[in-house]
């Protein structure tokens, strides 16, 4: 991407932020995102659809905004920002209705995120939602796939705890800039979570956490996922808002059963008598979302296998128990891309290894 179509993106967050529909608005009525910072008050209005008063704000606004400079400051924090159009853009995201037009981010946004599911609850969980979340979260982690959620007290915090425990991947999704950090004890978990992740944000650097970014927030903590797993929420627990947003998009909503005395557990039991999948245990998410095999290990070593070219056994050895895409598996086994690719063909021919969307890889149930 053009480093000068980027800087605008940049722009236009900073002066709009948490308002991606607006952003892509304007972009779509001025062609781009730097024909539509440059144009005059009469031509956001005229063209853009705004109403004098909005129009002559963002005119305003913007001579206080200097993106290549908001770029520059950005390479001097050590923060990364990926575009909408950019290839390291998390490809699950982008299928959502209203994508935020870039990302803020610390750590690296790798492919093994494709396949990722969401931990989310409440912020004044009891010590049995603190105790499933980490403990749901290690065991996906275990797995391979990346554990998303929000950074908040309680159930979140939980949830990428147990996943780093686990030596895992997990993305936190902020309601405010990644350069500051709330609640204020989660500083230590903040800095850790990009050693084995990302801290990921739509705001940009500065925003204050707001009360009504964290609603916007939540339809990226479910767009990242395949699905999102409720674990302990009030009745109007913010929780339920992003339920809402993960069945809008198309996403499995599951959650974890608890005791019918606790206000804590309201939200949850509720969810699962509209239909939700109850999770007693992690394989329950897994059989949701289509990799139930990774918990069949043993009946798949044991079974008698087809024959298999050495090639076809080491992908094969190699998958089993583990999600990887197709640059892991010939990085890892030091093949050419076009063995691998026949080798792959082959293993899902004779029922051995499955493909997943991202183009990345499991062994078969």
Not at 245 to 255: H, I, K, S, T
Not at 289 to 302: A, S
Not at 316 to 343: F, M, P, V, W
Request: hydrophobic share 40%; aromatic share 6%; glycine share 8%.
């Amino acid at each position: 991407m053009d480093i000068k179509e980027k800087t605008f993106w940049l722009g236009w967050q900073i002066l709009l932020p948490g308002q991606a529909k607006r952003i892509w608005h304007l972009v779509e009525c001025f062609g781009s995102p730097k024909t539509a910072w440059n144009a005059s008050v009469k031509e956001l209005t005229s063209i853009g659809g705004c109403s004098s008063e909005i129009a002559l704000s963002l005119d305003k606004k913007k001579k206080y905004i200097e993106p290549e400079i908001e770029m520059a400051r950005l390479d001097k924090e050590g923060i990364g920002y990926v575009t909408y159009q950019e290839q390291s853009y998390p490809e699950p995201l982008k299928n959502i209705f209203d994508p935020p037009p870039g990302l803020f981010y610390k750590g690296d946004l790798v492919s093994q995120d494709n396949v990722a599911v969401a931990l989310v609850g409440s912020r004044r969980p009891t010590h049995y939602g603190k105790t499933v979340s980490e403990k749901i979260a290690a065991e996906l982690a275990e797995s391979g796939l990346t554990v998303v959620s929000g950074l908040a007290r309680g159930i979140d915090s939980s949830a990428h705890r147990g996943a780093l425990k686990a030596g895992g991947r997990t993305i936190a999704v902020l309601g405010n800039g990644i350069d500051l950090v709330y609640p204020r004890e989660n500083r230590e978990l903040q800095d850790n979570i990009p050693l084995s992740g990302a801290v990921i944000s739509e705001y940009p650097l500065g925003s204050p956490p707001e009360a009504w970014h964290f609603p916007v927030r939540n339809r990226i903590i479910s767009g990242l996922s395949k699905a999102i797993v409720v674990i302990e929420a009030s009745e109007r627990s913010g929780s339920l808002i992003t339920a809402d947003c993960a069945l809008e998009q198309g996403r499995e909503v599951l959650a974890v059963p608890g005791n019918i005395n606790s206000h804590m557990s309201i939200g949850t039991n509720r969810l699962i008598k509209q239909g939700a999948r109850l999770v007693e245990k992690t394989e329950d998410i897994f059989e949701e979302i289509g990799l139930g095999c990774l918990f069949k290990h043993d009946e798949i070593e044991t079974k008698v296998l087809p024959k298999m070219s050495l090639v076809e056994e080491n992908i094969y050895h190699l998958l089993i128990g583990n999600t990887c895409d197709l640059d892991d598996i010939i990085e890892k086994l030091r093949l050419s891309a076009q063995e691998t690719l026949a080798a792959l063909m082959f293993l899902e021919i004779k029922g051995l290894v499955r493909q997943l969307p991202g183009r990345l890889y499991t062994s078969h149930e």
